[in-house]
């Protein structure tokens, strides 16, 4: 069976809760030659949300809990994977798209472990994934879960979030060399360069006009990297869990290339685990 449209076409965007994917994907909506999904009536225009054929991630626990789960981790042995559901994942989004430009986006927090389900469904299609420093993204889900549930059973501690960042991205690391087009956009790089970063994107797609990066907030993490930092003092509220973050976890976050005190950014001198070639 033949996909309308061309797999190659298709970019999916992928990156845990609140590491930057939807500022990410609008920018890129905002370029002439791509379409991101619009105007679904669903949460944060996901793709997820709009097709029928795997689980949302809410099924597995949802943000900060999903990944731990190894049904969630969908690959080209999936049962999943076959001609009728990749066309029937189309056919779910491209209502949502503007086909007539040459590259359509489907953006959920899930495709950072789904890559190479995503794939085998649509050969030749691309993954751009967006990292963010696993403390930031557990206090920004913090703050994020009190507006907007009470519910107590969804409560976790930073420790459990940065637990589910190493998870997540641990995944992904050992998916990177089963993927051929896979891009790692870091969140800090993002801000701090924004230019030289969506440049890479703009290579990495093969794009003839630069993407704009004037929509793009450079103060995003500012008031996570203070509260980090006032959680030195063991006493102060969060400064258990900062302890606890940094005697179990320190070198596993390094390896990501994070330092686990530090929020201001992500060092360019280490090796990401396994994504040597998507960075």
Do not use: C
Not at 85 to 93: E, F, H, I, V, Y
Not at 164 to 189: F, G, K, M, N, Q
Not at 265 to 279: D, K, Y
């Amino acid at each position: 069976m033949s996909l309308d449209p061309d797999p190659k076409r298709l970019v999916f965007v992928g990156g845990l809760h609140r590491s930057g994917t939807t500022p990410f994907a609008k920018i890129l909506d905002g370029h002439p030659e791509i379409s991101g999904l619009v105007d679904t009536g669903v949460r944060e225009d996901e793709g997820q949300h709009l097709q029928r054929v795997y689980p949302k991630a809410k099924v597995y626990g949802g943000s900060g809990r999903f990944a731990h789960r190894p049904e969630a981790h969908l690959t080209e042995a999936s049962p999943l994977t076959s001609p009728a559901n990749a066309q029937a994942m189309l056919d779910s989004w491209v209502p949502f798209w503007d086909t007539s430009r040459t590259f359509l986006v489907e953006k959920s927090p899930p495709n950072i472990i789904m890559g190479r389900f995503l794939q085998a469904q649509f050969p030749g299609s691309a993954l751009i994934v967006v990292v963010r420093h696993p403390v930031a993204v557990a206090l920004s889900n913090k703050k994020w879960r009190r507006i907007t549930s009470t519910n107590p059973r969804k409560f976790q501690s930073l420790n459990q979030m940065v637990e589910h960042w190493l998870a997540a991205h641990t995944i992904l690391a050992a998916d990177a060399p089963h993927l051929d087009r896979l891009l790692v956009v870091h969140y800090e790089r993002l801000i701090q360069s924004p230019d030289e970063e969506l440049k890479r994107v703009q290579s990495f797609l093969g794009l003839s006009e630069p993407i704009d990066s004037s929509k793009l907030s450079r103060s995003h993490s500012d008031s996570y990297a203070e509260r980090w930092a006032s959680y030195e003092s063991w006493w102060r509220p969060g400064g258990w869990q900062r302890r606890i973050i940094g005697s179990r976890h320190a070198e596993d976050i390094a390896a990501f290339g994070y330092d686990w005190s530090d929020l201001s950014g992500f060092s360019q001198h280490r090796t990401p685990l396994g994504l040597t070639a998507a960075i």
